[in-house]
């Protein structure tokens, strides 16, 4: 049985050789042109997917929310951008 020392060492260089094929790959795929789809301002059908929306302060179909990254090749769309909208700021109700 390996002590919690060795197992924390060998996590650790699991760790690192995962992150450095990660870090590789997103070097190779940058080379190729593909880039990451912007998700700061209002939501654009064409490159964004609305997976949900929520009251929010921020305007109505603002993105307030990214919840997977979306990827693009030159003006091909590789995989949308899945995202949360806000839906504004709610009426208030009148009180009687």
Do not use: C, W
Request: hydrophobic residues 40%; aromatic residues 4%.
């Amino acid at each position: 049985m390996l002590s919690p020392n060795a197992l924390q060492s060998e996590y650790e260089a699991l760790l690192a050789g995962v992150k450095l094929v990660e870090r590789s790959l997103r070097n190779a795929l940058q080379k190729e042109g593909v880039v990451e789809i912007e998700t700061d301002g209002r939501f654009d059908p064409h490159v964004h997917e609305a997976l949900l929306s929520q009251p929010s302060e921020a305007e109505e179909g603002a993105i307030i929310q990214v919840l997977q990254k979306g990827y693009r090749l030159g003006d091909r769309v590789l995989r949308p951008a899945r995202v949360v909208l806000s839906q504004g700021v709610g009426e208030a109700q009148p009180t009687e």
